[in-house]
């Protein structure tokens, strides 16, 4: 393990992206606090750094990467308690169409320990990602994300994305998992990213 917080390897990892993104510096105090709410990780894992100095990477205006939260982006506390947080995995990751990435600590029943999985809007299913969360964010910043989501994305979906607020996500009826979701003419309007993931959380304990 390096010596060094992880921190300066995510700046560097941001000034080499091949995604366009945005990452926003945490409030010193808010950080503080995300750091001490993840028990045993520390600023010498790309997570704590996140934690401890992002408010939220937003990648491609589509991808909310978490870290404390600010400037209206909710952060890992946020998603990581109540009745929409994961027993035995980390919220680390939202789409803007509520898809979930987290870290399965044990509670998923897909993937290895420590490995980050993926909860898919358009299946309702979990996806193991095969990778950990150090090499997760990196993905997000110089992966394909075009081919990843290329499924889900629609014809102008940029524009509305990009017109989103801070916090906000897209809710689509009928939803991405739905037969007529996937043919026909679909409504889309924002909502909270937070309800975005709540509404699909639900239906995949209902019908996944």
């Known amino acids: 393990m390096s010596d060094d917080p992880a921190w300066p390897l995510v700046q560097r990892w941001s000034a080499e992206a091949a995604n366009p993104h945005q990452l926003l510096p945490a409030d010193d105090e808010a950080g503080a606090a995300a750091l001490a709410a993840l028990a045993g990780v520390t600023e010498w894992s790309v997570l704590g750094a996140l934690a401890r100095r992002c408010a939220a990477l937003r990648v491609d ?85 075009d081919r990843f989501y290329e499924s889900v994305r629609w014809e102008g979906w940029r524009d509305l994305a990009a017109a989103l607020e801070p916090g906000q996500g897209i809710a689509a009826y009928p939803p991405p998992w739905s037969r007529e979701g996937r043919a026909g003419d679909v409504d889309r309007r924002p909502v909270p990213l937070r309800e975005a993931w709540g509404v699909l959380l639900t239906a995949n304990r209902q019908l996944g």
């Open 61 to 145: 205006d589509w991808l909310l990467v978490l870290g404390a939260g600010g400037g209206g982006h909710p952060g890992l506390t946020d998603f990581n308690r109540g009745e929409d947080a994961l027993a035995g995995a980390l919220i680390v990751g939202v789409d803007v169409l509520g898809g979930g990435f987290a870290v399965n600590g044990g509670g998923l029943r897909v993937g290895e320990e420590g490995e980050v999985c993926y909860l898919a809007p358009d299946s309702l299913e979990w996806e193991p990602c095969e990778i950990g969360h150090a090499a997760w964010v990196g993905w997000t910043l110089g992966g394909p994300l």
